[in-house]
């Protein structure tokens, strides 16, 4: 027996169960299919920077659709999940990086984001607990951070709530369209209809999109990440590395128990989509806290507790892809988020439900349509680890 709704989505990270809210907001009947747990992937192990800030400038309207969203998520899903709205500091630690800073402020200032940039004594002045190797800084006042592994869950609580079906574990065999319907059968004999169906699996999606006749080079890596023992609360804003050594390219932030959570400092690690494992790379780590301790001296004591990583999904020009199929009505995809998708997430979710709904979206999407993987106009490299 068939199970018919408006809207199938495939993959319940923090694109798909945002979208299935507010698909339900819209009026529209869904139906979310997620091989494992909700926000098990990407989506619930990525370090959890809520950053509207330097990004590809076609992204800040969507950076800032998001941001409205986090500032009313009480309201909205009825958590905050731990987002602090606490600012970002993004630290230079040579001169070419400051100019750097000083082009992706004037790119952003039409959008309203208010990024200054800071002499390295102002920084040490706002910031005392930052050593002498802090050039320079970009401040970034609207930025802050939030716990990933709560985000993706409390909006599929809150689309159930809202009347959405949740099917957690529960793995999706193939999707076909049939007419003017797509059929997507599970591998537990589940078989569900509808007229549009929405693709934010993460990695897995390059297998759907393949199979829809629109394959992608996407590959995948396990992103390298730490939290250590709760120390005194210090530090506010997040904190990001500006470099050209991707050896000192750290990201930390503390959270208010006080525990230290890092990120970056050197490749991102193995993963394997079809294996499902990502592995943490001891070298990497010992090198973050190397890193760390070089900017703020008080954390070269500070014991680490626990490691971990996940399986990221990255595109040879570091943009996702969004919007609509290139050949069949009714298909939508949003994945491939390069590791810069947690910010963007809920802004994502309302796009494509807008999109899928009323056929537009106020939000310009165009530089992220899949048709540039098209064979001829994009060449086809993998990233470096």
């Not at 027996?1 to 819209?26: K, P």
Request: proline share 6%; glycine share 12%; aromatic share 8%.
């Amino acid at each position: 027996m068939a199970h018919n709704t408006d809207v199938i989505v495939i993959g319940g990270g923090i694109m798909g169960t945002s979208a299935a809210f507010f698909l339900r907001r819209r009026g529209l009947r869904v139906t979310l299919i997620e091989r494992f747990l909700v926000g098990q992937q990407a989506s619930g192990v990525n370090f959890g920077n809520v950053r509207g800030s330097n990004r590809f400038v076609p992204q800040y309207p969507l950076a800032n659709r998001a941001m409205r969203i986090w500032e009313r998520l009480g309201e909205l899903i009825g958590t905050r999940c731990e987002f602090i709205q606490s600012g970002r500091i993004q630290i230079a630690v040579d001169e070419e990086r400051l100019a750097l800073m000083e082009r992706n402020a004037e790119a952003a200032a039409p959008y309203g984001l208010g990024i200054e940039v800071l002499s390295g004594k102002r920084v040490r002045a706002l910031y005392p607990w930052f050593s002498d190797k802090v050039v320079a800084g970009s401040w970034a006042p609207h930025d802050g951070h939030a716990n990933p592994r709560l985000v993706s869950p409390a909006f599929a609580d809150a689309a159930r709530r809202e009347g959405a079906q949740i099917l957690e574990n529960t793995r999706m065999a193939s999707v076909e369209k049939h007419g003017d319907e797509f059929v997507v059968t599970t591998e537990d004999g589940q078989e569900f209809r509808a007229a549009k169906v929405l693709v934010t699996a993460g990695a897995w999606a390059q297998k759907i999109a393949a199979d829809m006749g629109e394959p992608v080079p996407l590959v995948v890596r396990g992103p390298q990440l730490m939290v250590t023992e709760p120390v005194k609360y210090f530090m506010v804003p997040a904190v990001g590395v500006s470099t050209s050594n991707p050896e000192e390219t750290v990201y930390f932030r503390q959270v208010e128990r006080g525990n230290i959570v890092v990120g970056g400092g050197g490749a991102r690690g193995p993963a394997s989509a079809e294996d499902m494992r990502a592995f943490v790379d001891p070298v990497n780590s010992l090198n973050q806290m190397r890193q760390v301790s070089k900017f703020v001296p008080q954390l070269k004591h500070v014991s680490v507790i626990r490691t971990w990583s996940g399986i990221e999904s990255y595109l040879p020009d570091d943009i996702p892809v969004m919007g609509p199929s290139g050949k069949h009505g009714g298909l939508y995809y949003a994945f491939g988020f390069c590791g810069h998708g947690f910010q963007l997430g809920p802004g994502v979710g309302d796009v494509m439900a807008e999109l899928i709904a009323e056929g537009r979206t106020e939000t310009p999407l165009e530089p992220f349509h899949i048709s540039r993987f098209a064979e001829g106009q994009i060449e086809w490299k993998v990233p470096p680890k």
